[in-house]
């Protein structure tokens, strides 16, 4: 079974996530990006599902234009996991290469 984060490690996990920030109300992580054109959010989308895929692990989101909002939360421990973290210092690391 996965365990969400108590206080102490998500205030934790937050202080390492940089412009990712805490929806209380659904115990997840949320980030817009902006991108130049439709084509370059998409391909960002594309990198973040193979990166999903192969961590087993999909984030909520959704895209309009140059824009892709998106929300991280592990439905399976009711909240906020490690998992999440993890998955967000990676969409960053996309950002990056």
Same mark, same amino acid.
């Given at each position: 079974?996965?365990?969400?984060?108590? /206080?102490? $490690? #998500?205030?934790?996990? +937050?202080?390492? +996530?940089? /412009?990712?920030?805490? %929806? /209380?109300? #659904?115990?997840?992580l949320? #980030?817009?990006?902006? =991108?130049? %054109?439709?084509? $370059?959010?998409?391909? =960002?989308?594309? #990198?973040?599902?193979? +990166?999903? %895929?192969?961590s087993d692990h999909h984030p909520e989101w959704s895209n309009v234009y140059n824009r892709v909002d998106i929300l991280l939360t592990t439905h399976d421990a009711g909240g906020l996991s490690y998992r999440d973290v993890d998955m967000a210092k990676g969409i960053e690391r996309l950002l990056v290469s």
């Open positions: 079974m996965i365990e969400p984060l108590n /206080e102490a $490690e #998500r205030a934790t996990a +937050l202080d390492t +996530l940089g /412009e990712w920030d805490f %929806d /209380e109300a #659904r115990d997840a949320t #980030r817009q990006f902006l =991108f130049g %054109d439709f084509s $370059e959010a998409f391909g =960002f989308m594309v #990198r973040v599902a193979m +990166l999903a %895929d192969k």
